[in-house]
């Protein structure tokens, strides 16, 4: 009997724990899509749309350079708004659905807090991505892995070897993480993946 009592108390807890564990991711959602709002709102756009941020806090090459203008260029196609937070290379990024923020401690961790996924850099910390709630599309690094729609495992959209790395693959991830965006239980099951890759560790 005593071992009845603790087998059934012990299932309970384990139901308890994991509802509590989707109410926080919940929760969590609910703030970030506040934040996401606010920072449209302030930028004069379509909140609904999916946000993409990219990070530019450090001087980039000339190939690198080439690479972020074809790859926004070729974003314009898509229904995407992108936050560029940047103190370098500003001519890169005159685009209509491109909107350009000065880099800050503070308008970084705003992005970070607001954006659905984000453009990785190899100099960018990806750790506190994950911890915000962004979904990376990235070159493959440590504490990485590759969505697979049909296990449907992985915390961010790989486009391949940072050595290997073009516009092409990353629009192809990127198209990838933006089909995968359109269905909420599948992103939100990336997110908290996300989380907890990094809060494992």
């Excluded at 693959?169 to 198209?175: G, P, Q, S, W």
């Amino acid at each position: 009997m005593v071992e009845l009592l603790d087998n059934l108390i012990g299932k309970l807890n384990t139901k308890t724990k994991n509802k509590m564990g989707e109410e926080t991711l919940i929760d969590f959602l609910k703030n970030k899509k506040t934040a996401k709002k606010g920072l449209c709102d302030k930028l004069s756009f379509d909140h609904k749309m999916p946000l993409i941020g990219l990070v530019i806090d450090l001087e980039l090459s000339e190939d690198d350079v080439a690479i972020i203008e074809s790859l926004l260029e070729g974003t314009s196609a898509l229904d995407v708004e992108i936050v560029v937070l940047a103190d370098t290379n500003l001519d890169s990024f005159s685009f209509p659905h491109v909107h350009h923020v000065p880099y800050s401690q503070q308008s970084r961790e705003h992005l970070m807090k607001a954006s659905d996924m984000m453009v990785a850099l190899p100099h960018n910390d990806i750790d506190e991505w994950l911890l915000n709630g962004v979904v990376p599309i990235t070159h493959l690094r440590e504490g990485i892995s590759n969505y697979d729609p049909n296990q449907e495992v992985g915390n961010s959209f790989v486009y391949g070897d940072v050595e290997d790395t073009d516009q092409w693959k990353i629009f192809a991830a990127l198209v990838r993480a933006l089909e995968t965006y359109k269905f909420p239980y599948d992103w939100k099951s990336i997110v908290g993946t996300g989380l907890k890759s990094v809060q494992d560790r």
